[in-house]
């Protein structure tokens, strides 16, 4: 953003001024060059890296033995890598109806002039604060059978309580689910919170006065007003989806065996630890492609969006 | 259709009264326009007429039913807003039908009803668009087609015009006033614009502070002011206010002002200046009543002629407004722009008090009815 303000701030002053170019007119240059230089080098720069070794058969260390779309078949001739994908789906497509159900659940409750709002809305806000890391750690002690939620339950004198997804290769996933949304559908929440603020009063009072209930005026003419913000929230939370890794590592390692694994995991696993950096490049390049199949329509409408204004 | 009685409505937010006790009463068919500086409680009124917000005291009757307490939807009132408050997710028709629709109004009768809206107001070829694809006047069209598709009793317009350029809102204002005489359904309607409030209303209430000050035809008000506030308000330019010396002149009373020399001008009612005698009042004269010597009214009763200084001259086409200093006030005066009054000179202006008041000095109040 910095980087466009001080493009379009140089290009005006080049209209204006042609001929005599002066300190002041470098200088927002001359600032931004190393943040350019390192975004370029560290970000594209690896990433073209990263797409380069995913076309070698580099193990331990890179090499530029180029062996064409080798790695990417065996990728997807592997079994982990096929349940890291799975996982994905179920994770992903989870997580985010329910961060956006509640999130949305929660704005719409605070609206309501409640008392103690900005205390409310700290609490709920405050998972997002902190690392995936705790997250997962906390989350991990919770639902530990031993010594989380099941024992507290059996203590209370439910016996027969069972909660024991940890442990469960066939239900782990969901236990990534809770904890994930247990940290982001606080922060939805203030993003359709800062919307439904926005929305106009007066619009309100039109639906009102029209005989809509309190529950039609959100289905039908706040919610879909909002579309922007779904649209914002959608993106933010897919990309959070598709880079897990840490959740993952703090609250399951991937257990029990690999069931709990994601792409992100995958990836490190195999190109850090497992010396398979080939096919660790190949994991990060499907992600990227991921990633940027959520972006680019994303940025695409947010430009035209923007021009049209 | 439908009378709108306000009976002592009170509406406080915690400790401050907002509206301080409001009572006006309009026939079925009426227009009421509410007029009042900012902040005065025209939305506050037009909000609790709506139900939109609680009164805390008082009551509201629309026709013979006691509305206080009923719901917004069930009061059967339309509103206009500043804002328009379009829906901007849907269509030009959805926007108009969606209040039929939540009446459970059969599909059929609501698209007809969208058509015979959309030809009154000339807005067909839009209604497969969404408000954001709209000019500010289409806009404004739609928000009264809104209003206008339920047929209710009673249609609120809060500044409806306020958002449109000086072009748009005179052709607007003409046609809510034909859209009225043709529907005949009571309106009330809040502006800030003195034109609209006297061409559009069947009755004026001048609020200020959460109180009426005076409610009555336009020309009521701006013939026969009640206080200094409601004199001031309406009228454009306003009223010039005069302080002026009771003088007691063969056995009558008079008011003597200091325009380039002392004058003495009579006055409509000389008996209720009594009280006053030997003392100031402000004496109340439209702009419109002084102007340049006009043969036709010379030597009529409270005609007087008299020189003044010229200070500044403003044409505005078809008046000059010439502006002096009397009695050390600003005064106004409307003359032909074809009289030669040119700054720093002086000259002879035709004072006309047959429509002048006068105010009591420190109360504002009117001193002669
Ligand atoms: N919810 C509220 N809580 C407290 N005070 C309020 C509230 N709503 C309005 N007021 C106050 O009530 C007063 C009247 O407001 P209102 O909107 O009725 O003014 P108005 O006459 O419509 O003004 P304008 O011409 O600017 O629209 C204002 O002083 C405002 O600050
Ligand atoms: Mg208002």
């Keep these: ?56 058969n580099s193990r331990m260390l890179p090499t530029y033995n180029f062996v ?55 609490i709920y806000l405050y998972p997002m604060a902190i690392s995936f890391i ?151 390049m499907v992600m990227l492609g991921c990633v940027l199949a959520i972006l680019i329509p994303y940025l695409y409408s947010e430009l035209r969006g923007e021009r049209h204004e | 259709m439908a009378s709108l009685t306000i009976d002592n409505v009170k509406k406080r937010y915690g400790q401050t009264e907002i509206l301080k006790g409001i009572d006006i009463s309009i026939e079925a068919g009426e227009f009421l326009i509410l007029v009042g500086p900012s902040g005065c409680g025209k939305s506050t009124l037009m909000n609790s007429i709506a139900g939109l917000e609680d009164v805390s005291e008082g009551r509201i009757l629309i026709g013979d039913n006691d509305v206080t307490y009923a719901s917004p939807k069930d009061r059967d009132i339309a509103m206009v807003f500043q804002s328009y408050a379009l829906y901007p997710n849907m269509t030009v028709a959805e926007n108009i039908s969606f209040g039929l629709e939540m009446r459970k109004v059969p599909k059929a009768e609501r698209e007809a009803e969208v058509q015979r809206v959309a030809d009154m107001l000339q807005i067909g070829h839009l209604l497969k668009r969404k408000p954001g694809q709209l000019s500010g006047g289409q806009r404004q069209r739609v928000a009264m087609g809104r209003a206008l598709a339920r047929r209710p009793k009673m249609y609120l317009f809060d500044e409806p015009l306020s958002n449109l350029d000086a072009k748009l809102r005179v052709e607007m204002r003409t046609e809510i006033k034909k859209l009225h005489q043709k529907l005949g359904t009571t309106i009330v309607y809040v502006t800030h614009d003195q034109i609209e409030a006297m061409t559009l209303a069947d009755r004026i209430a001048v609020m200020k502070d959460g109180e009426v000050q005076q409610l009555g035809t336009p020309q009521e008000i701006y013939d026969n002011p009640t206080n200094l506030f409601v004199a001031g308000f309406m009228g454009s330019p306003a009223m010039n206010f005069i302080p002026a010396k009771v ?27 009594k009280a006053y005698a030997g003392k100031e009042i402000l004496l109340g004269l439209r702009p419109e009543m002084i102007t340049e010597p006009q043969p036709h009214k010379e030597g009529k009763e409270f005609v007087v002629t008299a020189d003044i200084d010229v200070e500044v001259t403003e044409p505005m086409g078809a008046d000059t407004m010439v502006l002096t200093r009397i009695s050390e006030a600003e005064v106004n005066c409307r003359c032909n722009p074809a009289y030669p009054a040119k700054a720093d000179e002086t000259i002879a202006m035709m004072f006309d008090t047959s429509k002048a008041v006068a105010f009591d000095k420190d109360s504002g109040k009117r001193i002669d009815n």
């Design chain 1, 134 to 284: 705790v997250t997962g750690t906390a989350w991990k002690w919770l639902l530990n059978p031993t010594n989380g939620i099941e024992k507290m339950m059996i203590e209370l004198g439910f016996e027969d309580f069972r909660f024991n997804w940890l442990s469960d290769p066939d239900m782990v996933v969901y236990c990534l689910v809770i904890a994930a949304v247990w940290q982001a559908s606080g922060f939805v929440m203030a993003l359709f919170l800062a919307g439904l603020r926005g929305v106009d009063s007066e619009m309100i009072k039109a639906a009102q006065l029209d005989g809509a209930s309190i529950f039609t005026t959100y289905r039908r003419i706040i919610l879909p007003s909002l579309k922007p913000v779904f649209f914002s929230a959608l993106v933010i939370l897919s990309h959070i989806a598709i880079k897990s890794f840490d959740l993952v590592a703090a609250l399951t390692n991937g257990g029990p065996g690999y069931s709990s694994d994601l792409p992100a995991n995958f990836m490190y696993a195999h190109a850090f630890t497992r010396s398979q950096i080939g096919l660790g490049a190949a994991s990060a």
């Design chain 1, 68 to 122: 064409g779309l080798d790695q990417y078949e065996r990728l997807f001739m592997n079994d982990r890598w096929l349940v890291a994908l799975s996982n994905l789906g179920v994770f992903g497509g989870l997580f985010i109806l329910t961060c956006l159900f509640l999130g949305v659940m929660l704005a719409i409750f605070l609206d309501q002039k409640i008392r103690a709002e900005g205390a409310i809305r700290t």
């Design chain 2, 247 to 273: 003088v007691e002149q063969n056995g009558s009373y008079a008011l003597e002002l200091q325009a380039s020399k002392p004058t003495v001008v009579p006055f409509p009612k000389p008996e209720s200046l």
């Design chain 1, 1 to 56: 953003m910095n980087n466009n303000a001080a493009k379009a701030g140089s290009g005006a002053t080049q209209a204006g001024r042609p001929a005599r170019l002066s300190l002041a007119d470098w200088m927002p240059k001359i600032v931004m060059a190393p943040t350019a230089v390192a975004a370029i080098v560290c970000i594209y720069g690896y990433m073209i890296w990263t797409a380069v070794l995913s076309f070698t």
